[in-house]
């Protein structure tokens, strides 16, 4: 009487030499592993593998810039260049349906670096989000013969620029723009040329960076509501008004 076979084979039996060698000759070991086959899944893979590098990259400029390691000048632009990569990657509809949204992404890569996932979330640098006090002196990349303007010229030409992207963003408003890619430009636009003009606090500025926060949670194609365009209409011409008097 034969004796029954046990139910997984051991590591000495026949049967699991001849699989282990047929698997092996199966798998080129000295070949990189692909995880994609098509052109268009490399493609999405390098996109979530570039998303992936920037909040690594982000989250060491942020640190970077709380230890005093770069200076705000050297900061905002960097930090500005890495949100518009972001949100410039993650308006393909292929990586961003794979993407879903950042928590998501997050827990599926194990990310752990907070100080780039909440730069990500607001949206904006933190030079914007609180702005501070300028350094001394004011340096223009002009030619020896060109006249260096003044102070006095420099902050009246700031705030013909702010003055001009509050128009800009509410006749946006009123032309019916309502997505989040066609107000967050124009919104952080017009916060940075406030803070070009004065890192004061004043009447209206909170709500414009909650309104930047809000946008930002958005999908590229998100639209806002028409109550919503109505009361972001109200608050930024109460934030106007109130940057015109301090301008007085």
């Known amino acids: 009487m034969s004796s029954q076979q046990p139910y997984a084979p051991t590591a000495y039996s026949s049967s699991s030499f001849s699989s282990s060698a047929a698997l092996r000759s199966r798998i080129p070991l000295d070949e990189e592993a692909r995880l994609y086959r098509t052109s268009a899944q490399r493609d999405l893979y390098e996109s979530l593998a570039e998303v992936y590098a920037i909040i690594v990259t982000l989250d060491f400029v942020e640190k970077a810039y709380v230890k005093d390691t770069i200076s705000q000048v050297e900061y905002t632009p960097i930090c500005s260049r890495l949100l518009a990569q972001y949100n410039t990657i993650l308006k393909n509809q292929d990586v961003a349906n794979e993407f879903k949204d950042l928590d998501s992404f997050r827990a599926q890569y194990d990310i752990d670096y907070p100080s780039a996932i909440s730069r ?69 636009e017009l916060m940075t040329s406030l803070n070009a003009v004065t890192t004061k606090d004043f009447d209206g500025r909170a709500k414009i960076i909650e309104w930047l926060i809000k946008l930002n949670s958005m999908k590229a194609t998100d639209e806002i509501t028409d109550d919503e365009a109505r009361q972001l209409l109200f608050d930024i011409d109460h934030a106007y008004k109130a940057f015109y008097t301090i301008l007085e």
């Not at 904006?124 to 609180?130: G, Q, Y």
């Open 120 to 188: 990500l979330r607001v949206g904006i640098p933190a030079t914007v989000e609180h702005p501070v006090s300028k350094e001394p002196g004011i340096a223009y990349p002009l030619a020896q013969s060109s006249p260096v303007p003044s102070r006095s010229a420099a902050s009246a030409r700031a705030a013909a620029d702010a003055t001009g992207n509050f128009i800009t963003f509410m006749d946006a408003l009123k032309l019916n723009y309502k997505a989040k890619d066609q107000l967050h430009p124009l919104l952080g």
